[in-house]
C-alpha cells in the first residue's frame, strides 16, 4: 500500500514534443504529489507539486494531472526541449508524516 | 550561498571497513534525511531526523547508523554490516512549517573495493 509505481522506465522525445511519465498509487491517505528532476551526478529538485483538490496544475511548460478516482497521476512537459533531459521521479507522502514515498525514476532523452 | 553540501563526492570502502558520509546544512532547516539511490529502484530512506539528538529508522536502516548532535549536521556511517552499499547517497533536508518539500544535496557516490 506504500508503494508508487511509475512508468515508463525510459522515454525518448523529439524536441518540440510531448513528454508523459505516468505514476499510480494505492494508498487513498497520500495526500500531497511532488514532482523531482534529477540531472546526473546531482541530487533531485523539486520541479512541480500537486495536492488532490485539483485535478491540474500548469507551471511554465510542466503540467500535472492527477485523477483521484483512478489513484493516478501524471507529469506532461510541453514542447520538450534537450535540457530536459534528466530523470524524473515521482512522489506522494501523507498528511502530517515527513516521509516521501518515491517511484523508481523515468529517465527522459530529449533529441533535437 | 545557502544549501546542502556532502562530502566526499565519491568513496571508496575497503571489505570490514565503517565509512561514514557528511552531510552539512545552512538552510536552517530542521529535519534532515538520507536517502539510498540505485539503478531502477529510485530513492528509499534509510534514516531521518526532525530535530537535534533524535532520528528514527527508515525503510532500510540495516547496517547504517546516523548522528545529529548539531542542527545544521548529520553524517551517515555505512558499517561492515551493510553487505551491498554500493549506491548512491542522497541527503536531503526541510523545514518543519513544510516538511514535505524536501532540498537535496549533490550526493555521494560509494564504491566497494
Known amino acids: 500500500q506504500q508503494q508508487v509505481k511509475q512508468s515508463p522506465q525510459s522515454l525518448i522525445v523529439q524536441k518540440g514534443g510531448i513528454s508523459i511519465i505516468n505514476c499510480a498509487y494505492e494508498?487513498?491517505?497520500?495526500?500531497?504529489f511532488p514532482w523531482y528532476q534529477q540531472f546526473p551526478g546531482k541530487g533531485p529538485a523539486l520541479l512541480i507539486a500537486?495536492?488532490?483538490?485539483?485535478s491540474e496544475k500548469k507551471e511554465g511548460r510542466f503540467t500535472i494531472s492527477f485523477n483521484k478516482s483512478a489513484k493516478q497521476f501524471s507529469l506532461h512537459i510541453m514542447d520538450s526541449q534537450p535540457g530536459d533531459s534528466a530523470t524524473y521521479f515521482c512522489?506522494?507522502?501523507?498528511?502530517?508524516?515527513?516521509?516521501?514515498?518515491f517511484g523508481t525514476g523515468t529517465r527522459l532523452q530529449v533529441f533535437p | 550561498d545557502g544549501g546542502i553540501t556532502q562530502s566526499p563526492k565519491y568513496l571508496f570502502r575497503k571489505e570490514g571497513q565503517n565509512v561514514t558520509l557528511s552531510c552539512e546544512q545552512n538552510?536552517?532547516?530542521?529535519?534532515m534525511y538520507w536517502y539510498r539511490q540505485d539503478p531502477g529502484q529510485g530513492l528509499r530512506l534509510i534514516y531521518y531526523?526532525?530535530?537535534?539528538?533524535?532520528?528514527q529508522k527508515g525503510d532500510i536502516a540495516e547496517g547504517y547508523s546516523v548522528s545529529r548532535e548539531k542542527k545544521e549536521s548529520f553524517p551517515l556511517t555505512v558499517t561492515s554490516a551493510q553487505k551491498n552499499p554500493t549506491a548512491f547517497y542522497l541527503c536531503?533536508?526541510?523545514?518543519?512549517?513544510?516538511?514535505?518539500?524536501?532540498?537535496f544535496g549533490p550526493g555521494t557516490r560509494l564504491l566497494v573495493l
Open positions: 531526523s526532525q530535530i537535534v539528538n533524535d532520528f
Open positions: 512522489a506522494a507522502s501523507m498528511e502530517n508524516t515527513d516521509k516521501l514515498i
Open positions: 494508498n487513498t491517505a497520500f495526500d500531497y
Open positions: 538552510l536552517n532547516h530542521d529535519a
Open positions: 536531503a533536508s526541510s523545514i518543519s512549517q513544510d516538511p514535505e518539500t524536501q532540498y
Open positions: 500537486i495536492r488532490p483538490d485539483v
